[in-house]
């Protein structure tokens, strides 16, 4: 099919494809998905994981930035999969751009290989514009996996540790052996699950908790006190803050978990500091 479609992988577009069937098989059984459900698949590719998901009942929603891959899609289940046909939508565009009104059904899961490099960004953007996702399985780099299911206190716990753990636990579930894909990728991949919490993890803003992450993390060694001070106008300020937070200002963003994370912003927005 790629010779057919002249298509090189590329790795601008984080382009490996998976055309292992047992693999595919397993990431789809792993998921959980089933008749009835609507799954969202970001960077279908050759469609290898896609007609695996539609063998499978679910309803299939998928957005690929390639429109060569993209305008090939329909055609590939059309002649693999034709009774499931009527499941399958293609959106041709950039899922950090997808927008909830460009869907005509929303989706309840999310199941991808995921272009290593926007890995994170893609998950995040999912979750904050579409609430209908409740569940989510992604192939990505195992380092980026370490990171996405860390917890307070580990070395590869950071910015997207914390934001996943925003929207509801995540966890790494199963390695992806390299020579699944094609091309061979140089690094190895990983399975990471994670799920929308049935209640939000506070009532502070988004964005708030999101800034004091990032700016927590930007110096990682520093105490919350002086990582903070930009945030908060000062470190005097910083300090004040968390205080009121309960928490001590000499600890470092890697010792918080989303919640006191969510306390500081919280506090930041409440007298005397507003």
Not at 53 to 60: E, F, I, T
Not at 118 to 134: D, K
Not at 143 to 165: I, Q
Not at 210 to 221: E, H, I, L, T, Y
Request: hydrophobic share 45%.
């Amino acid at each position: 099919m790629a010779a057919e479609l002249d298509v090189r992988p590329t790795k601008k577009l984080g382009q490996n494809f998976v055309h292992d069937p047992n693999t595919v098989r397993r990431i789809v059984d792993l998921s959980g998905v089933g008749q009835g459900d609507h799954v969202l698949e970001v960077g279908p590719g050759l469609g290898s994981l896609t007609l695996g998901l539609l063998d499978s009942g679910a309803h299939v929603t998928a957005v690929e930035i390639d429109p060569v891959l993209g305008e090939r899609l329909p055609a590939t289940v059309a002649e693999r999969a034709p009774e499931a046909a009527a499941r399958f939508t293609v959106h041709i565009q950039d899922a950090l751009k997808l927008a909830a009104e460009d869907l005509a059904d929303q989706p309840t899961h999310l199941v991808a290989n995921l272009p290593y490099n926007v890995a994170v960004p893609v998950v995040l953007h999912l979750l904050a514009e579409l609430p209908s996702l409740a569940h989510g399985l992604v192939m990505v780099q195992t380092e980026v996996a370490d990171r996405m299911a860390a917890g307070p206190g580990s070395r590869t716990y950071g910015v997207p540790s914390v934001k996943l753990a925003w929207y509801g636990p995540a966890r790494k579930v199963a390695p992806v052996p390299r020579a699944v894909f094609w091309p061979v990728p140089n690094v190895d991949s990983a399975l990471v699950g994670f799920e929308r919490a049935a209640e939000p993890v506070s009532d502070a803003d988004r964005d708030e908790v999101f800034a004091v992450v990032d700016a927590a993390f930007a110096q990682r060694r520093k105490t919350l006190r002086a990582a903070l001070s930009s945030w908060a106008g000062s470190g005097e300020k910083a300090e004040a803050i968390l205080r009121a937070a309960g928490v001590d200002p000499r600890a470092r963003g890697e010792q918080l978990g989303v919640r006191d994370f969510a306390k500081i912003a919280r506090s930041k927005s409440l007298p005397p500091f507003v």
